[in-house]
């Protein structure tokens, strides 16, 4: 399954949201040091009842948009 995500770094509250087809996930974590990508990670992986190893980032390590596959 592929997810279109829009990242809001050092945001002041986490949230996820559906955005049309994306989701828009906001997180506290700086996206310095991969820190922001991990916590995006988690949060996908219990929205959709998977471990967070199931969860892998596509494209857009370094960008607010990402397309994010998790494997069965």
């Given at each position: ?32 040091g991969n820190m922001a990508n991990d916590r ?16 892998r980032i596509m494209t857009g390590h ?11």
């Amino acid at each position: 399954m592929f997810i279109k995500v829009f990242v809001t770094p050092s945001a002041r509250k986490e949230s996820v949201e559906e955005k049309g087809d994306a989701l828009a996930i906001a997180v506290r974590e700086p996206a310095t040091g991969n820190m922001a990508n991990d916590r995006v990670r988690e949060l996908v992986a219990l929205r959709f009842g998977q471990s967070i190893g199931k969860v892998r980032i596509m494209t857009g390590h370094h960008s607010r948009a990402k397309m994010i596959s998790i494997s069965s």
